[in-house]
């Protein structure tokens, strides 16, 4: 059973950073692509960023240039490194993992991020 945790998120101020971590129960290169999902409350899940086993990436509008995404393949390990962050990126955030295969995403149990004005 594929295994996803998620750690570093917290409490910051308006214009801090944080960085997310994803460690993966196994290599990452299993992996069609592994990304980052948000939900914040009353409102349904998005997507923050992923990054494929090419090592494209991909962003939301609403973070571009703000939230970087990288892996350790080493660690089998994927980054979501947070600046210049806004109360509107308070939200839970998780960690996906799409195989090569057609079953489902695997997700983690999620690491809440709470930004204060």
Request: proline share 3%; net charge neutral.
């Amino acid at each position: 059973q594929v295994q996803l945790v998620e750690s570093g998120g917290g409490l910051v101020q308006a214009g801090g950073s944080l960085r997310l971590s994803c460690a993966v129960s196994e290599s990452i290169f299993n992996f069609r692509a592994i990304g980052w999902y948000r939900q914040a409350p009353e409102k349904q899940r998005e997507l923050v960023a992923t990054i494929t086993y090419g090592d494209s990436t991909n962003y939301a509008d609403s973070v571009k240039g703000r939230f970087t995404i990288s892996r350790d393949n080493a660690k089998n390990t994927v980054y979501l490194e947070m600046n210049s962050l806004k109360p509107e990126d308070t939200a839970v955030y998780y960690c996906t993992a799409r195989p090569w295969s057609t079953a489902s995403d695997y997700w983690g149990q999620g690491t809440q991020v709470t930004v204060s004005s």
